[in-house]
């Protein structure tokens, strides 16, 4: 992956409010979550770039979900939870 921003409305409701992401996210991007919907991240990601939260809540539920970058949280929340757990 290159480069992503995902803005997320939680007052549009549906997948704005909350959206979970099962996939797996490769590359050398950095993801940045703005906007007040929370999003989970589920997969074995290997992303490079990072992970910024400058709004709402990003939420992880794999040993994995950030991939190998740095995590910057700016004012925000960040949730690690492991299934099973």
């Known amino acids: ?3 992503i921003t995902v803005t997320m409305d939680a007052s549009k409701g549906g997948f704005n409010a909350l959206d979970r992401w099962r996939n797996d996210i490769s590359g050398t991007g950095k993801l940045t979550k703005k906007g007040s919907g929370d999003l989970i991240l589920q997969g074995n990601n290997t ?3 990072g992970t910024q939260i400058d709004e ?3 939420e992880g539920d794999s040993g994995s979900a950030f991939g ?3 995590v910057a949280i700016n004012g925000e929340r960040l949730s690690r939870m492991f299934p099973g757990r």
């Open 1 to 3: 992956m290159s480069d």
């Open 47 to 49: 992303y490079s770039g």
């Open 56 to 58: 709402g809540t990003l």
């Open 68 to 70: 190998s970058g740095d």
